[in-house]
T-cell receptor, first 113, second 109 residues
Framework: KAGVTQTPRYLIKTRGQQVTLSCSPI?????VSWYQQTPGQGLQFLFE???????NKGNFPGRFSGRQFSNSRSEMNVSTLELGDSALYLC????????????FGQGTRLTVV | GQQLNQSPQSMFIQEGEDVSMNCTSS?????WLWYKQDPGEGPVLLIA?????ELTSNGRLTAQFGITRKDSFLNISASIPSDVGIYFC?????????FGKGTRLHILP
């Protein structure tokens, strides 16, 4: 059974650009969550999607958005990139509503220059 | 907001030693999760605990769900070099999983 797949693994963007990251969950999983990980802040929750609906959102500005498709694949978008957006972006999938376990992808390392 | 407090923040141990780390919260959790993250990779789920008092093992790893439901412990026996990494405790809260800041494990040669 394939794990959670995130693409791309590495990305370098310049300030002001926008970026789209992709996440394919484990087959059969319907919940996808996104996290931002930085050395100073640890793992910070961005948002969670279940059956194409955003159920929960963390304390991030509106420049961070996401969506989920009918096949449960998810994308997150960051517009007007800032230097502080440089981080490891992690996607996690889970199979049930009100999930208790999440399985992570390898992450996308975004560097904003 | 809800926080998970992990201690210690970092540990330096000799290969072969046993390791203990813990996670506490001011509120009750119904599930405790322990993850390990290697550099540049995503966290990997090690152990999931669902019942107060539960003790669960995964190889050399043993985790316990505290009886108060406000804490959990992770022990690693006979540490080896590949145990190096960051260990996170986590728990589900309001349709999301929240994480502690992690315990960074270093193994001295």
């Amino acid at each position: 059974k394939a794990g959670v797949t995130q693409t791309p693994r590495y990305l370098i963007k310049t300030r002001g650009q926008q970026v789209t990251l992709s996440c394919s969950p484990i087959s059969g999983h319907r919940s996808v969550s996104w996290y931002q990980q930085t050395p100073g802040q640890g793992l910070q929750f961005l948002f969670e999607y279940f059956s194409e609906t955003q159920r929960n959102k963390g304390n991030f500005p509106g420049r961070f958005s996401g969506r989920q498709f009918s096949n449960s694949r998810s994308e997150m978008n960051v517009s007007t990139l800032e230097l502080g957006d440089s981080a490891l972006y992690l996607c996690a999938s889970s199979w049930r509503d009100g999930y208790t376990e999440a399985f992570f992808g390898q992450g996308t390392r975004l560097t904003v220059v | 907001g809800q926080q998970l407090n992990q201690s210690p923040q970092s540990m330096f141990i000799q290969e072969g030693e046993d390791v203990s780390m813990n996670c506490t919260s001011s509120s009750i959790f119904n599930t405790w999760l322990w993850y390990k993250q290697d550099p540049g990779e995503g966290p990997v789920l090690l152990i999931a605990l669902y019942k107060a008092g539960e003790l669960t093992s995964n190889g050399r790893l043993t985790a316990q769900f505290g009886i108060t439901r406000k804490d959990s412990f992770l022990n690693i026996s006979a540490s080896i070099p590949s145990d190096v990494g960051i260990y996170f405790c986590a728990g589900p809260r309001d349709d999301k999983i929240i994480f502690g800041k992690g315990t960074r494990l270093h193994i001295l040669p």
